[in-house]
C-alpha cells in the first residue's frame, strides 16, 4: 500500500511571496488533514476535511492560509503571503473513517518551508 | 482548551537502560490518548492508542498505560534503534477527531 504523498519535500522563498503545497492521500482514505510543525513543538492541526467537506479549520490563519480538497481526494495547501513564522514543516495526514477515532493517521514526510 | 505536557524534554539512555516517559494531559472528555514515534525528517508514525484508565498496549519494548491524568511509555531494554521523538495527543469527546499533541519527548538511546 502506497503511504501519503507529499511535495514538494523542500522550499525556500522570501517573506510576502507565496507557496503551495500539494498531499495525495492513501487511496480510500475519507479524512485528510494538513498539521503544522514548528521546530521542536508537535505538530499543530491547521485544517482537516472530510471527504471534500471541511470539518475543522479552527486554527487556520485564513487571512494567509488557504486549502483545498479536490473530488475528495488531492489536497493542496497555500500561503499568500508567507511571513517569517510560518517557517516549519507541513505535515500531510490521511485515515480511514474509522481510523479518525482510533487516531490511527497515516503521515507523509512533509514539506519543510524556510521563509527569509 | 486541550492541553498535552510532555517530559521529560529529552533523554539520554545507554543501551539496555530502562526508562518511562511521562505524558500528561487536560482535556474535556478524553475519548482517547495516543502515542507515536517521529525519526528525523519523517512524519509520524502511529504506535498506539489508549481509551480508558488501567488499559495498557505493549509493542516489542514499548508498553504504554493510561491513568485519568496521564500516560506513561515505558521502554524496557531499549536499543539504539529505539532512538526517535516520542509524541503524545488527545482526543477530546466531540472534537470530530481532532488530535491535540504534546511537544514531544527526544529519546537518544546509545550503544
Known amino acids: 500500500e502506497a503511504g501519503v504523498a507529499q511535495s514538494p519535500r523542500y522550499k525556500i522563498i522570501e517573506k510576502r511571496q507565496s507557496v503551495a503545497f500539494w498531499c495525495n492521500p492513501i487511496?480510500?482514505?475519507?479524512?485528510l488533514y494538513w498539521y503544522q510543525q514548528i521546530l521542536g513543538q508537535g505538530p499543530k492541526l491547521l485544517i482537516q476535511?472530510?471527504?471534500?467537506?471541511?470539518?475543522?479549520d479552527s486554527q487556520l490563519p485564513k487571512d494567509r492560509f488557504s486549502a483545498e480538497r479536490l473530488k475528495g481526494v488531492d489536497s493542496t495547501l497555500k500561503i499568500q503571503p508567507a511571513k517569517l513564522e510560518d517557517s516549519a514543516v507541513y505535515l500531510c495526514?490521511?485515515?480511514?473513517?474509522?481510523?479518525?477515532?482510533?487516531?490511527?493517521?497515516?503521515f507523509g514526510e512533509g514539506s519543510r518551508l524556510t521563509v527569509l | 482548551e486541550d492541553q498535552v505536557t510532555q517530559s521529560p524534554e529529552a533523554l539520554r539512555l545507554q543501551e539496555g537502560e530502562s526508562s518511562s516517559l511521562n505524558c500528561s494531559y487536560t482535556?474535556?472528555?478524553?475519548?482517547?490518548l495516543f502515542w507515536y514515534r517521529q525519526d528525523p525528517g519523517k512524519g509520524p508514525e502511529f504506535l498506539f492508542t489508549?481509551?480508558?484508565a488501567g488499559e495498557e498496549k505493549e509493542k516489542e519494548r514499548l508498553k504504554a498505560t493510561l491513568t485519568k491524568k496521564e500516560s506513561f511509555l515505558h521502554i524496557t531494554a531499549p536499543k539504539p534503534e529505539d532512538s526517535a521523538t516520542y509524541l503524545c495527543?488527545?482526543?477530546?469527546?466531540?472534537?470530530?477527531?481532532?488530535?491535540?499533541f504534546g511537544k514531544g519527548t527526544l529519546l537518544t538511546v546509545n550503544p
Open positions: 495526514a490521511s485515515s480511514r473513517l474509522q481510523g479518525a477515532n482510533t487516531g490511527e493517521l497515516f
Open positions: 487511496s480510500g482514505h475519507a479524512t
Open positions: 476535511f472530510q471527504n471534500n467537506g471541511v470539518v475543522d
Open positions: 482535556v474535556s472528555g478524553l475519548r482517547g
Open positions: 489508549l481509551y480508558s
Open positions: 495527543a488527545v482526543q477530546a469527546g466531540g472534537s470530530n477527531y481532532k488530535l491535540t
